[in-house]
T-cell receptor
Framework: NAGVTQTPKFQVLKTGQSMTLQCAQD?????MSWYRQDPGMGLRLIHY???????DQGEVPNGYNVSRSTTEDFPLRLLSAAPSQTSVYFC????????????FGDGTRLSIL | AQSVTQLGSHVSVSEGALVLLRCNYS??????LFWYVQYPNQGLQLLLK??????LVKGINGFEAEFKKSETSFHLTKPSAHMSDAAEYFC?????????????FGKGTHLIIQP
């Protein structure tokens, strides 16, 4: 049982480039979410999904896009990377919502030059 | 809107001493409360959760937390610190009900264990 798998683990981008951070879970969880972690800021919610075909914005959605075509996958897209998006990104999942324990991936460390 | 305040970005204790990490929350409805731990270069792991069943919650690795509604607090404690407890600890809140809006995290407390 792999849990939540995030790829890549590290990435360096140039300003203006686009990329997709992958997240997959094998626990048949309906709820998935993306957070970014910045020093001294804790984790902040970017986007979340309550099931396939349903997504919504979190606290800091600007510059990011998501889709949920299957229960297992929840990719996060950076449309035009900016230095302010340098961060560690975590994907999380749970059975049905944020009021249940979240299972986190190991993170993607992203640097924008 | 809900918020979480963790007092002290860094807490240092001696090995074998009491660990106390403070968390205060604000929420317009009865909340679900969580403590997560993050070891270097890893994701977050659940330590314990409060879901209104009992005010004293026991978690993994000897940690426990007490929900005090009158103080809007959910402080994390461990009677005797171990070197392996050195990590970043996050308190988080989710409002009861649908719970679709994500967790609100505190800024974290880095726990340092002195030998």
């Amino acid at each position: 049982n792999a849990g939540v798998t995030q790829t890549p683990k590290f990435q360096v981008l140039k300003t203006g480039q686009s990329m997709t951070l992958q997240c997959a879970q094998d626990m048949n969880h309906e709820y998935m979410s993306w957070y970014r972690q910045d020093p001294g800021m804790g984790l902040r919610l970017i986007h979340y999904s309550v099931g396939a075909g349903i997504t919504d914005q979190g606290e800091v959605p600007n510059g990011y896009n998501v889709s949920r075509s299957t229960t297992e996958d929840f990719p996060l897209r950076l449309l035009s990377a900016a230095p302010s998006q340098t961060s560690v990104y975590f994907c999380a999942s749970s059975y049905s919502g944020s009021n249940q324990p979240q299972h986190f991936g190991d993170g993607t460390r992203l640097s924008i030059l | 809107a809900q918020s979480v305040t963790q007092l002290g970005s860094h807490v240092s204790v001696s090995e074998g001493a009491l660990v106390l990490l403070r968390c205060n929350y604000s929420s317009s409805v009865p909340p679900y409360l969580f403590w997560y731990v993050q070891y270097p270069n890893q994701g977050l792991q659940l330590l314990l959760k409060y879901t209104s069943a009992a005010t004293l919650v026991k978690g993994i690795n000897g940690f426990e937390a007490e929900f005090k509604k009158s103080e809007t607090s959910f402080h994390l404690t461990k009677p005797s610190a171990h070197m392996s407890d050195a990590a970043e600890y996050f308190c988080a809140v989710s409002e009861a009900g649908g719970g679709a809006d994500g967790l609100t995290f505190g800024k974290g407390t880095h726990l340092i264990i002195q030998p």
